[in-house]
């Protein structure tokens, strides 16, 4: 049998001028999605994110978008990042960009923008999520038939005193608050500044979206920075079908009426080899709650404890849940977690671009949309094995994908190099999303159309 080890290439390597290649060819993608949801016809229509004076000159507000949302689906994550894919050439005629901005144009723009067009950025990112859930599969983005809904909070720490609207969090770090919500694997809103509060914007944010879910079966998660009374009252206002939120905090009453409970009330000891975990409903009335609440609560002992354990999760079930089911579906927050953990590592939001909190508030209302559409493309577009993909497996498997370009006299080509396994996909994506272009000036199509 053949020994298969290391050895030098065969290959003479030529290095050449990149002025007729790209690296970024499946930017082609996010193009045609954002193309068949109007986007930047959309961007094109609200004259409060151009702060121009003379609007006949100098980039507009959706080419500024477009660049900042190209260089977050292909893994950038600052304005330099965003100068450096201005200037691939190929790119930029690829997904119909005259020009690139450089990092200092794109900072004015940014810290140009106001509450008022900070808020069309995030109404344009809602109905994009109200767009890409009509049009998906409902399996692909429903659990068990529920809309789920998920509210947590994040520190963006940042360095030094001239970032507006930082605060010294509870590790002494100065960091600014990102507050969002979540519906199903969208991220549908989030306000940035420097709430104190961990769960400040929660009325804000459910007053402005619960429309969309009111009469429908929703499930809503929320940690236990959302556990005070004065949140749990507006949660059972939102019109929600179901909702847990973790209750680790103010826990003395409730390990007593724990502890008091007649083992009756106690679901039956599991078998020897499964966790010895017991469940039972306890009902409590913390302050401030307008009503009493069920807290589907477990108890355990580990070896060696003599007395029990207790956890918590306050909730609103259904009429056949028991506190077993409410406390495993609760255990489904992790993954929601996990998600805002991918937005942060994925699109590199550790640190805002800027000192100025209007241009952070933009650039992460842009960064929102941006993840947004990676995740449109993959619940939209791509086939069922590739449903459990991370947002950095799509960039690096999809999206980066090379383009060589070849000029004739009336017309150009360009040829992207398709991985292996993805050339039936490519073809049928282009030939029903991609524009057709003809001699002649392009004319507007299916694609270009919201």
């Not at 842009?366 to 069922?384: C, F, G, T």
């Not at 960039?395 to 360009?414: E, F, Q």
Request: proline share 5%; aromatic share 10%; charged share 25%.
């Amino acid at each position: 049998m053949s020994q298969f080890t290391k050895q030098k290439t065969k290959f003479h390597l030529q290095l050449t001028n990149s002025d007729q290649a790209t690296a970024h060819g499946g930017q082609l993608l996010i193009d045609a999605l954002c193309r068949r949801f109007g986007l930047w016809e959309r961007l094109h229509k609200q004259p409060a994110l151009d702060p121009r004076k003379r609007t006949s000159t100098g980039f507009a507000p959706a080419a500024n978008i477009a660049q900042l949302v190209f260089t977050l689906t292909s893994g950038g994550g600052s304005l330099a990042d965003a100068e450096r894919v201005g200037k691939d050439r190929v790119l930029m005629d690829l997904l119909g960009l005259e020009k690139g901005a450089d990092q200092t144009t794109l900072g004015e723009w940014l810290r140009a923008q106001t509450k008022e067009s900070v808020l069309v950025l995030h109404r344009i990112n809602a109905e994009f999520v109200d767009w890409s859930r009509q049009q998906a599969k409902p399996a692909r983005w429903l659990h068990a038939g529920e809309i789920e809904l998920f509210f947590d909070d994040t520190e963006i720490e940042v360095n030094g005193h001239k970032f507006e609207g930082a605060r010294v969090n509870y590790e002494g770090n100065r960091a600014l608050s990102w507050q969002t919500l979540w519906l199903g694997p969208w991220l549908l809103d989030g306000i940035l500044d420097g709430a104190g509060d961990v769960s400040e914007h929660l009325p804000v944010l459910l007053d402005e979206h619960q429309h969309r879910w009111a009469g429908r079966p929703s499930y809503f998660y929320a940690d236990s920075g959302s556990s005070a009374g004065k949140f749990l009252n507006r949660i059972e206002r939102a019109q929600l079908s179901r909702w847990s939120v973790s209750y680790n905090k103010w826990t003395d009453k409730l390990d007593r009426l724990a502890a008091d409970l007649p083992e009756t009330q106690w679901s039956a000891p599991p078998p020897a080899d499964q966790p010895q975990e017991q469940y039972a409903w306890v009902k409590h009335q913390p302050g401030e709650c307008a009503q009493a609440q069920k807290f589907a609560t477990v108890r355990w002992k580990k070896e060696g404890d003599l007395m029990w354990r207790y956890a918590y999760a306050v909730c609103q079930p259904g009429d056949k849940d028991s506190p077993q089911a409410v406390r495993e579906r609760h255990r489904l927050k992790g993954a929601k977690e996990q998600g805002f953990s991918e937005v942060l590592s994925g699109l590199d939001l550790h640190h805002p671009p800027c000192s100025d909190l209007i241009a952070n508030q933009a650039f992460y209302a842009i960064a929102m949309l941006a993840y947004n559409v990676l995740v449109s493309l993959k619940v939209l577009d791509l086939p069922e094995e590739a449903q459990a993909w991370r947002i950095q497996t799509t960039i690096r498997h999809l999206l980066t994908v090379p383009v060589t370009v070849s000029r004739h006299a009336r017309y150009a080509v360009a040829r992207i190099c398709i991985p292996t396994g993805w050339l039936r996909w490519w073809r049928l994506f282009v030939d029903q999303w991609v524009p057709k272009r003809k001699p002649g000036r392009p004319v507007v199509e299916v694609v270009d159309s919201a």
